[in-house]
């Protein structure tokens, strides 16, 4: 038979295919723990997307009949790979402040763990003023919930998660993103080394120190914009 349009579709959107991979892997884990929020951790190096992927696969878990599904962008309370190099902080300590850490561990990963809902109406002092835009801050027991920084596997926050999905981007593709060089335009060797001696060198260690690549429950090749593949290592 002829193929459908909305399989040519897929076909046609590696980024399609993958989603509905991970929806069924969302899915699988739903269905592993019925009872209880389902913490589910999305981050990657610099411009690798993360948070567009976050967006894209929120609306495909709901258009697959999820009913709640949550985002929670914790970029604020960790540090990145510019603020650890601008401020000289090892990879060993990625939270913004020890407050920031221990009331993200104690009031909303472990009550999610636990089974049971967060409800809290306004911040405390410790967190950053960038992170009051998610208050009042309600989560189900029920919810399927997308964490998601750029270092978010600290062992903290992995050790919390029911899935982890981590998006990996070649080095010269990085580099093509941070500094702004049109897809397909040739740019000097040069600039790779510079971003692999300094942002990348961070990335990595944070990569090796924590494991991240050996835990991750799903690696995604996000070298191509828009284009996500599954990492057939994964």
């Not at 009913?67 to 000289?88: K, Y």
């Amino acid at each position: 038979r002829l193929p459908r349009l909305t399989e040519l579709s897929a076909l046609l959107n590696p980024t399609g295919l993958l989603l509905a991979d991970v929806v069924r892997r969302v899915g699988d884990a739903r269905r592993f723990r019925p009872q209880g929020a389902v913490l589910i951790g999305l981050g990657g190096p610099p411009q690798s997307g993360f948070q567009q992927f976050a967006l894209d696969l929120r609306a495909r878990l709901q258009d697959a009949g999820h009913e709640l599904v949550e985002l929670l962008d914790v970029s604020s309370l960790l540090r990145s790979v510019e603020s650890l190099l601008e401020q000289g902080a090892g990879p060993a300590d990625p939270w913004v402040s020890a407050g920031a850490g221990r009331w993200l561990r104690e009031a909303v990963l472990a009550p999610l763990g636990a089974g049971q809902p967060v409800w809290l109406q306004a911040p405390p002092p410790e967190l950053p003023a960038d992170f009051a835009a998610h208050f009042p801050l309600y989560i189900s027991q029920a919810a399927l919930v997308l964490v998601f920084a750029e270092l978010l596997f600290a062992p903290e926050i992995a050790d919390a998660l029911h899935l982890s999905i981590l998006l990996e981007v070649s080095p010269e593709e990085t580099t093509r993103r941070l500094y702004e060089i049109e897809p397909g335009e040739h740019f000097h060797p040069k600039f790779t080394a510079q971003y692999l001696a300094r942002e990348g060198r961070v990335y990595q260690d944070y990569l090796q120190r924590n494991r991240v690549r050996e835990r991750a429950s799903i690696r995604v090749d996000a070298s191509r914009a828009g284009a996500f593949c599954l990492d057939e290592r994964a």
